[in-house]
């Protein structure tokens, strides 16, 4: 099977979007054909405060996609939008937590955390109390003075969280942010994000390449094919807001990760094949 | 302090260190007094000591330690300050830094005291030929720190700075120079050594003054304890100062990740 044959899965949600790409299309180099093709024609609507996950195999432009919702790349074709209005550079509201340690090697955890509003121009009390609540929300209260070189790289990842999470952005990006961590901390930071996100009630776009976290965490997952980046599919979970990994017994869980799999083993085979 | 933290791994290193020296100390000290070592070429470390006390307490040499620490103050400050600025400008042009950078690393196998006819020509006999061959030692340690701890950042970083919308001054002040700070330490360190270099070995061939123009003033004229007395003064303050920056640079170092 082809990537041609494959029918684009529209994502799209004509009545309640909270950020809208039409079309976007990114080819890395020169645009006379011998470019990289690296994403679309994708279109995608994110539902206000849902939860979303991108899978596809390795090199598909899922970090492309979540660059030009972020306003850090722009598309070779097409629109992107947040919140009706289209992306020229960084959006305000907008928070990004990358699968690289974005820590400050410099600064002090809570100094980290505070970094962004110190900057914002808020108030020495709302400061206080915001890292103060998102240090304890996300177990870092007793390593409040520690530097992250002393902390572990899931430790170190909680905190750009919490320095993301304060600024309480509406639209929240997270491109594998977990990829470095070992399997039980992901399942747990998983946990933590899933009660970060109801508390907050942000739109999540999270891309991923682990099923598993995708099937957990999701309320919609959208399925990419390999280069060039396309939606071949996209599933609803209909879990629950209040979920946790607890779900992972369920049943459906299970057949929502086989449902995944089954869908990207082809896509994947074509990755490793380098075709 | 506990008992124990006087045998951890790093305080035994020290320790050992510390006896390394006091033996070789005590054997110089030793050698001297039984005679294998005669008095006229090298004095016991005692008589080094003694010279030094009453020499600074005589303050015959006042200005000319002053001198020398002035001088190689200017000399680490102008370096730091002009290394780092070229340093930031060479990384921001690519093509001229790549068509330079071979000639900064074969910089050091040049011998710059060479030039010093050029210098007093430039400057005339004083601190300022002395400062600009001080200089000319030290800044390309800085400017190779510089480039170094740019290229350093992680991209990762740059791209934080992005999502957190800030300018391209905020982001050089906020992100770019904290995290290159422990690498720029680098070149903070080489450069203070060598200005001390720099500033006292001058000092022997174009100077009327200075801690370097003492000891070859004492050396002319047999002054023996004046000069050994002199030589120590320089050891200790180098030491001080080294150790002083060793700790700055442990502290920055450690805050690095992996």
Not at chain 1, 34 to 40: E, K, N
Not at chain 2, 86 to 114: Q, W
Request: net charge positive; glycine share 10%; with cysteine.
């Amino acid at each position: 099977m082809s990537a041609a044959a494959l029918a684009q899965v529209p994502v799209v949600a004509p009545d309640d979007h909270h950020a809208r790409l039409r079309g976007v299309t990114r080819i890395f180099g020169p645009r006379n054909g011998t470019g990289v093709h690296a994403l679309g024609p994708v279109d995608l609507d994110l539902r206000r405060g849902e939860f979303f996950s991108v899978v596809g195999p390795s090199g598909c432009g899922k970090s492309t996609l979540l660059d030009v919702l972020a306003g850090l790349s722009f598309p070779t074709a097409g629109t992107a939008e947040f919140e009706g209005k289209p992306i020229t550079g960084v959006p305000a509201g907008v928070g990004v937590v990358f699968q690289e340690d974005a820590s400050f090697p410099w600064l002090s955890v809570e100094d980290n955390v505070a970094f962004g509003l110190r900057r914002s121009g808020v108030d020495g009390a709302e400061i206080a109390r915001r890292v103060d609540y998102a240090l304890g929300f996300m177990g870092l209260k007793a390593f409040a003075k520690a530097y992250p070189a002393q902390l572990s790289g899931g430790m170190r990842q909680r905190v750009c969280i919490a320095r993301t999470l304060v600024m309480q952005p509406r639209l929240i990006l997270l491109d594998e942010p977990f990829g470095a961590l070992d399997q039980q901390t992901r399942l747990l930071m998983g946990d933590e994000l899933l009660r970060l996100w109801r508390e907050t009630s942000a739109t999540v776009l999270l891309i991923t390449h682990a099923l598993d976290e995708a099937a957990m965490l999701s309320d919609r997952v959208g399925v990419m094919s390999a280069r060039p980046g396309l939606f071949i599919d996209v599933l609803d979970t209909g879990w629950p807001r209040d979920r946790d990994s607890r779900i992972v017994s369920h049943p459906r869980f299970g057949e929502l990760t086989a449902h995944l799999w089954e869908k990207l083993r082809a896509e994947s085979l074509k990755h490793l094949r380098g075709s | 302090m506990a008992l124990a933290s006087l045998f951890t791994a790093s305080t035994y290193a020290m320790w050992l260190r510390l006896a390394v020296i006091a033996g070789a100390v005590g054997a110089l000290e030793l050698a001297c007094r039984i005679g294998w070592v005669p008095m006229t070429i090298v004095l016991p470390p005692s008589v080094m000591a003694a010279s030094l006390v009453e020499l600074l307490a005589s303050g015959a040499y006042s200005r000319d330690i002053l001198v020398s620490f002035s001088n190689v103050a200017l000399a680490a400050l102008l370096a730091v300050g002009l290394g780092f600025l070229i340093g930031a400008i060479l990384h921001a042009l690519p093509a001229v830094r790549s068509a330079v950078e071979p000639l900064l690393a074969s910089y050091y196998a040049v011998p710059t005291f060479m030039f010093y006819p050029v210098f007093i020509i430039l400057f005339g006999v004083g601190s300022g030929a002395i400062i600009a061959i001080a200089v000319l030692l030290a800044i390309v340690a800085m400017i190779t720190a510089t480039l170094n701890g740019v290229d350093r950042i992680p991209p990762v970083l740059s791209k934080t700075a992005r999502i957190f919308r800030m300018g391209p001054v905020e982001r050089a002040l906020k992100i770019s120079l904290p995290a290159a700070l422990p690498y720029l330490f680098t070149g903070v360190k080489l450069s203070v050594a060598y200005a001390f270099i720099g500033v006292i070995a001058s000092e022997f061939i174009l100077s009327g003054a200075g801690i370097g123009y003492a000891i070859a003033y004492a050396y002319n004229n047999f002054n023996n304890r004046s000069m050994y007395g002199l030589m120590l003064l320089i050891v200790l303050a180098v030491t001080l100062i080294n150790t002083g920056l060793d700790m700055i640079d442990r502290r920055l170092q450690a805050r690095l990740r992996r």
